[in-house]
């Protein structure tokens, strides 16, 4: 079969960015800067983004223009006969569909929060009413599969329609349009009266700050959110890999996709912290951020129904825009797999990641008696520690070992392909680093991180 290519290179770049581009970077991000410490943790976070991230994803593109497939079959491609590397091409394929299964419910949430900032649910509420808001949305069973199974049917129908015309064309106008919004979003809260404190605790760096909560835990936390934030370790840049042609190095196309995953990271920042600042909300309120503080924001501020929707409208693409291109790469798996047509591979696989995605939407309600980490957890943290902390760092750490070691496909191979074409290459003087020192890395913030989960 023919593999499909993208129309662009524009194209190619915003669906990575897309896949990248998700609720890590709008949700995540904001409240660990604010966990953290503010301008310093975002200093790190950018040093770590250009030492890990780009190198890996480098590796990842490389990967799966070299092999032309996904990740279920580019090892056969590529690996040296008898060798069994191919093992982690299925784990990759595996935790696609294991990030989908909590991914999916989390951009309802998205979805229902639009609609009901649209339609003024949140008008009149005090902080208390909001947040009790939130829980009966977590309570309500029906709307939670509703919600999920829309997110679902959206993802699948879109990716049944063609590479090209389906999800290249979507996504390109997903991504033009929550620029746009976060833009006009960035701007009105940076002139919100109040603000200027939000915008220098999110911008200049403070020792004080940094002593408060401690160096090595902000070290630490800034490698995660890089490494997380740009959905390394499963394969799915390899795929939007197996789409292009060579006309373009690929470590330039890393830089490029990375810079607008921070783009959108540090955007989504200087929306939210001069409005917490301006009306008072705890910057280091952790993950309930977005959706029990800032519905008490857009109630405080003139046209805020309209901010409000606008903002939800940029929380649902940006997670659409990951749903989206993770849903191709399985899609891509389980053609390589089993041969079967697009349309086929949509429809069988929408049924499939609806029942699996059950679990995670009933966990807050007809299942919450199960409790995996012990009180107050649901399947959505038990879902989200195999990805983010197993899966991720472990799958990466497999990619810098095959793409560097001649037990794998070796360094040669791999540099020949991520250099063919016009643009930044891998150099010579890299080796030393890609092969010693980053895989060092990641195996420390795989230890670390399971070590700190457990603490």
């Known amino acids: 079969m023919k593999r499909e290519r ?29 966990q953290n410490g503010g301008g310093l943790f975002v200093l790190i976070y950018l040093f770590f983004l250009i030492v890990m991230g780009v190198p890996v994803m480098t590796m990842e593109f490389s990967l799966g223009r070299a092999s032309q497939k996904s990740p279920a079959k580019m090892y056969q491609e590529l690996e040296p006969k008898g060798s069994k590397w191919h093992w982690h091409g299925y784990v990759a394929v595996i935790g696609n569909y294991i990030l989908m299964m909590f991914y999916t419910t989390v951009c309802g949430w998205m979805l229902r929060y639009f609609v ?4 003024g649910d ?103 959110q890089a490494f997380f934030t740009l959905s390394l370790g499963m394969g799915a840049m390899a795929i939007f890999g197996s789409y ?54 857009f109630n405080h501020i003139p046209l805020g129904r309209l901010w409000g929707s606008l903002f ?55 299942l919450s008696s199960f409790q995996p980490f012990g009180e107050g957890t649901t399947v959505l943290d038990l879902e989200d520690f195999i990805v983010s902390n197993v899966i991720l760092p472990l799958g990466s750490l497999a990619f810098i070992l095959f793409c560097t070691t001649k037990k794998g496909w070796g360094w040669q191979n791999f540099t020949t392909e991520a250099n063919s074409g016009k643009g930044l290459n891998v150099q ?23 070590y700190n989960f457990f603490r």
Not at 116 to 119: G, P, Q, S
Not at 428 to 450: D, E, H, N, Q, T
């Open 312 to 366: 939800f409208v940029f929380m649902s693409f940006a997670a659409l825009s990951t749903v989206l291109t993770v849903f191709e790469g399985i899609i891509a798996c389980t053609i390589d797999m089993f041969g079967w047509s697009r349309k086929k591979s949509c429809l069988i696989n929408g049924i499939l990641m609806f029942i699996l995605s059950l679990p995670c939407a009933l966990g807050f309600n007809v």
């Open 244 to 297: 292009i042609n060579k006309d373009r190095a690929l470590m330039g196309e890393a830089v490029n996709v990375a810079l607008l995953d921070t783009f959108v990271a540090l955007a989504s920042g200087l929306i939210i912290f001069p409005a917490c600042f301006a009306y008072g909300v705890e910057v280091n309120s952790g993950p309930p951020l977005i959706f029990i503080t800032l519905p008490n924001i």
């Open 122 to 224: 949140f008008i009149g509420l005090n902080a208390d009413g909001v947040g009790q808001h939130f829980n009966s949305m977590l309570g309500d069973a029906g709307m939670q599969v509703l919600y999920m199974a829309i997110t679902v049917a959206i993802g699948f129908i879109v990716c049944s329609v063609g590479l090209q015309k389906g999800l290249e064309k979507i996504t390109k106008f997903m991504m033009i349009a929550l620029l746009i919004i976060m833009v006009a979003l960035a701007v009105n809260s940076i002139f919100m009266d109040g603000g200027e404190e939000g915008l220098a605790f999110y911008l200049l760096p403070s020792v004080e700050r940094l002593h408060e909560v401690g160096l090595a835990n902000v070290i630490v936390a800034a490698m995660n």
């Open 428 to 450: 010579k003087w890299m080796r030393f680093y890609m092969s010693y020192i980053l895989p060092v890395i990641v195996a420390i913030l795989f230890v670390v991180g399971i």
């Open 6 to 34: 993208l129309g662009s290179r524009l194209g190619f770049i915003l669906l990575s960015a897309g896949c990248a581009i998700g609720i890590g970077n709008v949700w995540k991000f904001p409240y660990m800067v604010g």
């Open 116 to 119: 009901d900032t649209a339609k």
